[in-house]
């Protein structure tokens, strides 16, 4: 059984920087296709980044601009989103997904 469990989040000021942690379980994690995707209040879900090839390749959506880093712990099974100079713009749930599979989600909530 595929089980994703997301923490991390919190409140934080603008310019402040969290840690997001995903706890993974039930697959193939070393070789799987990682994302974080993230859903404000009233609006659709967004991609936020991908990472792949074991570890060794990411992406991120646009709107991240050099301010967030995916990574992944094979060892641990965990993946995790380091979010810096965040924007009140970023506040929302933040989900890891694998293929159809998503956590219950950790809320981020960014004000000053």
């Known amino acids: 059984e595929v089980q994703l469990v997301e923490s991390g989040g919190g409140l934080v000021q603008p310019g402040g920087s969290l840690r997001l942690s995903c706890a993974a379980s039930?697959?193939?994690?070393?070789?799987?296709?990682m994302n974080w995707v993230r859903q404000a209040p009233g609006k659709g879900v967004e991609w936020v980044s991908v990472?792949?090839?074991?570890?060794?390749?990411?992406k991120y959506a646009d709107f991240v601009r050099g301010r967030f880093t995916m990574s992944k712990d094979n060892a641990k099974n965990t993946l995790y989103l380091q979010m810096n100079n965040l924007e009140p713009e970023d506040t929302a749930i933040y989900y890891c997904?694998?293929?159809?599979?998503r956590g219950q989600g950790t809320q981020v909530t960014v004000s000053g």
């Open positions: 990472i792949y090839n074991g570890g060794a390749s990411t």
């Open positions: 039930g697959f193939r994690f070393r070789s799987a296709i």
């Open positions: 997904q694998y293929e159809d599979f």
